[in-house]
């Protein structure tokens, strides 16, 4: 099993501030996140003026301010990015950022970054999947919000570059239900595109996380934050740093425990076979040339010997010597 990318979602969860933008790596880096993902855009390419908020967005900033407000407010510079591209590389994290325009996904390509983190909100805009197959590096698309018909014409797209490409599962509800999780959509995705498949989490908790590495996810992307009580639109449907660390912990653990898919007896199972398993023993006392029974052979735990499954060969055959009740067979 290869090892399962993990993105620790900062978003703008850094409410505008390059500090907290740097917290924010070091909190990814500390959790064991295999990368730490932002969002790049410029808020007059990305949104009106006009535009309004989603209702989680206004259920967690405010209704006093339009969307474009709020993104202009929680908007980093250019510089700001190539100072935490650099900081990530100190830091040995992989730097990703999803970009929210054609301006912004150049840039990121110009800093290097190596895979372009498509958000779902952008899987119907032609123009920016046209300009990400002409980068031709890998990419990481989310799904929420999108039919599988939206999803075909997008890689259709997509696929002129002839990339890599990961369909991520996602349920763009922020925090997520559990009844509105459907987790076998990431199975279906599978099956369906023939990609490979992972997971965008936003529930509250940490099971549904492990639960998509169990079934197979070969990245699970989830909301970081430094304290869920921050202003701002995702804070409350993110996990704290020592959350995040659980769930790193948790999924390696589910990594290891799906093993190789080979039915065979591990090596720490073997030094326990022969004491936990039965094997041939006198029933009751049996005279040297008396042949085995049923009656008076049974399986008990004793030290090595003679396989119960040896019986149909054995029934009939007379006792090589006197048993004693209790002796191992063969002895």
């Known amino acids: 099993m290869n090892k399962i990318m993990i993105i620790a979602e900062a978003g703008v969860n850094h409410n505008g501030s390059l ?77 990703l950022s999803s970009p929210f325009d054609e301006e912004s996904m150049e840039y990121l390509d110009r800093l290097g970054m190596e895979i372009i983190k498509i958000p779902s909100g952008e899987i119907t ?16 698309l989310s799904t929420g919000m999108s039919s599988p018909k939206e999803i075909r014409q997008a ?40 990609r490979k498949t992972g997971y965008s989490d936003h529930t509250a908790g940490i099971e549904v996380a492990v639960a998509a590495a169990a079934l197979g996810a070969c990245v699970i992307e989830k909301h970081m934050t430094l304290d869920k009580t921050m202003p701002g639109p995702d804070h409350r449907a993110s996990l704290e740093p020592d959350e995040f660390k659980h769930m790193t912990d948790s999924v390696r653990n589910i990594e290891k425990a799906m093993g190789s898919g080979i039915k065979a007896p591990a090596e720490e199972e073997l030094k326990n076979r022969d004491h936990v398993r039965k094997f041939l023993v006198a029933a ?22 003679i396989s119960p499954m040896a019986l149909p060969r054995i029934l009939g055959t007379p006792a090589d010597r006197d048993y004693r009740k209790d002796d191992k067979i063969g002895e």
Request: glycine share 4%; charged share 25%.
């Open 155 to 194: 890689l259709d797209l997509l696929d002129e570059g002839g990339q890599d490409i990961t369909l991520l599962h996602c349920s763009s509800i922020y925090p997520t239900s559990m009844e509105d999780v459907n987790l076998n959509a990431m199975i279906t995705l599978r099956e369906t595109f023939h």
């Open 19 to 95: 500090d907290i933008a740097r917290q924010l790596v070091d909190a990814a880096w500390a959790a064991g996140a295999d990368a730490v993902k932002f969002q790049t855009y410029r808020a007059e390419l990305l949104a009106l003026p006009s535009a309004r908020k989603a209702d989680y967005q206004s259920h967690n900033t405010g209704k006093n301010s339009s969307q474009y407000e709020m993104l202009k407010d929680l908007e980093l510079s250019q510089t700001d990015f190539k100072f935490l591209c650099q900081y990530c590389a100190y830091r040995g994290i992989q730097f």
């Open 284 to 305: 009751k006392d049996i005279k040297m040339g008396e042949p085995f029974t049923m009656e008076n052979l049974c399986a008990r735990r004793c030290s090595p010997g």
């Open 125 to 140: 805009d032609y123009r920016y999947l046209k300009k990400a197959a002409e980068l031709k590096k890998p990419v990481i």
